[in-house]
C-alpha cells in the first residue's frame, strides 16, 4: 500500500470518527455514512467496512443490529468507567 492511500485512509477513519454518533444518541446507518462520505459502492466495500469494523474490534464504535433490519447501525462506545483504583477498566494498573 502506497503512502498517499495509507493516508487516504487515515483521513477516511477520521472523518467516519467525526460522523459517528456520541454514546446515547441514535446511531447511524452505514448507508447514511457513506452518502456523508460521498463514497463509491466500491469505496463503501473496500474501504468502509474495514474501517468500522476495525472500529469495533477495537472497543472505539458499537455496531448495532436491529431486528428484522440486515442495515448495520454505528456509534462511538461510551469511556470505560473507572474501577476502584480509579483505573479506566480492562487497562493495566502500574506497578506500586
Same mark, same amino acid.
Given at each position: 500500500?502506497?503512502?498517499?492511500?495509507?493516508?487516504?485512509?487515515?483521513? /477516511?477513519?477520521?472523518?467516519? /470518527?467525526?460522523? /459517528?454518533?456520541?454514546?446515547?444518541?441514535?446511531?447511524?446507518?452505514?448507508?447514511?455514512?457513506?452518502?456523508?462520505?460521498?463514497?463509491? !459502492?466500491?469505496?463503501?466495500?473496500?474501504?468502509?467496512?474495514?474501517?468500522?469494523?476495525?472500529?469495533?474490534?477495537?472497543?472505539?464504535?458499537?455496531?448495532? !443490529?436491529r431486528p428484522g433490519?440486515?442495515?448495520?447501525?454505528?456509534?462511538?462506545?461510551?469511556?470505560?468507567?473507572?474501577?476502584?483504583?480509579?483505573?479506566?477498566?480492562?487497562?493495566?494498573?502500574?506497578?506500586?
Open positions: 500500500m502506497s503512502t498517499d492511500s495509507s493516508e487516504q485512509l487515515r483521513r /477516511l477513519r477520521a472523518a467516519v /470518527l467525526d460522523l /459517528l454518533p456520541a454514546p446515547g444518541q441514535e446511531p447511524v446507518s452505514t448507508s447514511d455514512l457513506r452518502t456523508a462520505l460521498h463514497l463509491s !459502492a466500491y469505496e463503501h466495500s473496500t474501504q468502509l467496512w474495514p474501517i468500522l469494523n476495525e472500529l469495533a474490534n477495537d472497543g472505539v464504535a458499537e455496531r448495532i !443490529a433490519q440486515t442495515m448495520r447501525y454505528w456509534r462511538c462506545t461510551p469511556a470505560p468507567a473507572p474501577d476502584a483504583a480509579g483505573q479506566p477498566s480492562g487497562q493495566p494498573q502500574e506497578p506500586r
